[in-house]
């Protein structure tokens, strides 16, 4: 049994088209979600693009989830500016009140264009409780629109199960669609299962496979929960699970659990155990566990870090001149650097070719953050590959500095 549920998509301007159909009233969309709680796939994608937000039917208890609430045909006063509020009530199993938090912020700003929907400035954060019964929950959001003097009622279900560790994934395919397609719709309840029976500690080329490892203890930071099932599997199975438990555990700063699992002599291993810190140095193996971290969150910050990358552009030439150089430690790391701009520059277009999300993630930084030089042109150059409308790199015939101009259309 999968306890994350039923996954779809909720895809907004398709949304807003049926709204427009419909007589013009405030209302809105209420959406439980396993979405991190940044929610970048919303409020860091260039305008025009579409984002998508997963919903979640079931969960287990102290499972962190959000409630995501959006308002639509909302009334602006003579400044511009929204007024909503909202209040929620949680119902359980057995229609009584379970809990109810009112006077809640929806929006109350100036707003360029009523069109769109506004996604309330208050994220409500909720996991139920040991004590809480197993069954179907009803989640009512009384919203207020206090310049139109309207209300609406939203409502949706959230079924409680208990835990299990389910059967999913079945095989290889399984595993490596959940990795890569872990962000846009979470199902953490399946990477306890993924992580002890197919994820490798060691890599192809006999180093700690961080990337790999990187990827899981990102869920299970975000999903605390998972730490306890983690260990109580551990703790009834095999050497190699009790190692791989350790490891996840021993990052999450359980160490007394970690350390619980092993034998006397096997302890040493959670001492050599140490991953690099992707955000520091940026390498070959920091551009894989930077990929795992965006697979695990979907944030945009890893994607942020890969731009940055790009700036090693300016070291072109230097693995070849390695192989003729007296091999000193500048002219090696010198050589590091070229081969991280090449694979953070392969990597960067591959997966905006597959993933729409780097794609609209990436067109957001080169439109609102400050780049250097090199690093600007060379995004430039990979987002006029996607959005020749929007963005062209100028190159001078005759030579001279390259350009990057931005499009607003």
Same mark, same amino acid.
């Given at each position: 049994?999968?306890?994350?549920g039923?996954?779809?998509?909720?895809?907004?301007?398709?949304?807003?088209?049926?709204?427009?159909?419909?007589?013009?009233t405030f209302s809105?969309?209420?959406?439980?979600?396993?979405?991190?709680q940044e929610?970048?796939?919303?409020?860091?994608?260039?305008?025009?693009?579409?984002?998508?937000?997963?919903?979640?039917?079931f969960v287990?208890?102290h499972q962190?989830?959000?409630?995501?609430?959006?308002?639509?045909?909302?009334?602006?006063d003579?400044?511009?500016?929204?007024?909503?509020?909202?209040?929620?009530q949680?119902?359980?199993p057995?229609?009584?009140?379970h809990?109810?938090?009112?006077?809640?912020?929806g929006?109350?700003?100036?707003v360029?264009?009523?069109n769109i929907?506004?996604?309330?400035?208050?994220?409500?954060?909720?996991?139920f409780k040991?004590?809480?019964p197993?069954?179907?929950y009803?989640?009512?959001?009384?919203?207020?629109?206090?310049v139109a003097?309207?209300?609406?009622?939203l409502t949706?279900k959230v079924?409680?199960?208990?835990?299990?560790?389910?059967?999913?994934?079945?095989d290889?395919k399984?595993?490596?669609?959940?990795?890569?397609?872990?962000?846009d719709?979470?199902?953490?309840?399946?990477? $306890? +299962?993924?992580y #002890? &029976?197919?994820?490798?500690?060691? %890599?192809?080329h006999?180093? =700690?496979?961080?990337?790999?490892?990187?990827?899981?203890?990102?869920?299970?930071?975000?999903?605390?929960?998972?730490?306890?099932?983690?260990?109580?599997?551990?703790?009834?199975?095999?050497?190699?699970?009790?190692?791989?438990?350790?490891?996840?555990?021993q990052?999450?700063?359980k160490?007394k659990?970690?350390a619980?699992?092993?034998?006397?002599?096997?302890k040493?291993?959670?001492?050599?155990?140490?991953?690099?810190d992707?955000?520091e140095?940026?390498?070959?193996?920091?551009?894989?566990?930077?990929?795992c971290?965006?697979?695990?969150?979907?944030?945009?910050e890893p $994607? +942020?870090k890969? #731009? &940055?990358?790009l700036?090693y552009? %300016?070291?072109?030439?230097? =693995?070849?001149?390695f192989?003729v150089?007296?091999?000193?430690?500048?002219?090696?790391m010198?050589?590091i650097?070229?081969?991280?701009?090449?694979?953070?520059?392969w990597?960067l277009?591959?997966?905006?070719?597959q993933?729409?999300?780097?794609?609209?993630?990436?067109?957001y930084?080169?439109?609102?953050?400050?780049?250097?030089?090199?690093?600007?042109?060379?995004?430039?150059?990979?987002?006029?590959k996607?959005?020749?409308n929007?963005?062209?790199?100028?190159?001078?015939?005759?030579g001279?500095?390259a350009?990057?101009?931005?499009?607003?259309?």
């Open positions: 049994m999968v306890l994350d039923k996954k779809f998509m909720i895809f907004f301007l398709f949304t807003l088209s049926i709204f427009a159909q419909q007589e013009r809105g969309l209420l959406i439980p979600s396993l979405v991190d929610i970048d796939a919303w409020h860091k994608v260039p305008v025009g693009q579409v984002p998508s937000i997963s919903q979640v039917d287990t208890r962190m989830f959000h409630l995501v609430i959006l308002f639509s045909h909302f009334a602006i003579k400044n511009g500016s929204t007024n909503i509020s909202f209040d929620m949680l119902i359980s057995d229609k009584n009140v809990s109810v938090r009112k006077n809640l912020l929006y109350k700003e100036k360029a264009n009523k929907l506004l996604m309330s400035r208050s994220l409500i954060k909720m996991a040991e004590k809480d197993v069954g179907e009803t989640i009512k959001i009384h919203a207020r629109d206090h003097k309207k209300d609406c009622v949706k079924t409680l199960r208990e835990w299990e560790l389910g059967n999913e994934p079945k290889v399984e595993y490596e669609s959940f990795m890569f397609k872990y962000y719709s979470p199902s953490p309840n399946k990477a $306890i +299962k993924a #002890v &029976e197919y994820t490798s500690l060691i %890599d192809q006999q180093q =700690i496979n961080a990337a790999g490892i990187y990827f899981f203890y990102k869920i299970f930071q975000n999903n605390t929960y998972l730490a306890d099932h983690l260990y109580r599997l551990a703790k009834k199975s095999n050497k190699q699970v009790k190692i791989k438990a350790a490891f996840i555990l990052l999450m700063g160490k659990e970690a619980s699992l092993l034998e006397e002599k096997d040493t291993l959670l001492k050599l155990f140490v991953l690099p992707p955000y140095e940026i390498t070959p193996t920091g551009l894989d566990m930077l990929w971290d965006f697979f695990a969150t979907g944030r945009i $994607i +942020k890969l #731009v &940055e990358a700036k552009a %300016d070291y072109a030439g230097s =693995i070849e001149k192989s150089s007296k091999k000193t430690e500048e002219d090696r010198n050589a650097k070229e081969a991280t701009f090449r694979a953070a520059n990597s277009t591959s997966n905006c070719q993933h729409t999300l780097v794609r609209n993630y990436c067109l930084i080169i439109q609102n953050e400050k780049l250097p030089g090199l690093t600007r042109i060379y995004l430039g150059l990979i987002m006029q996607f959005f020749p929007l963005v062209k790199v100028n190159i001078p015939k005759g001279g500095e350009t990057v101009e931005i499009f607003d259309k």
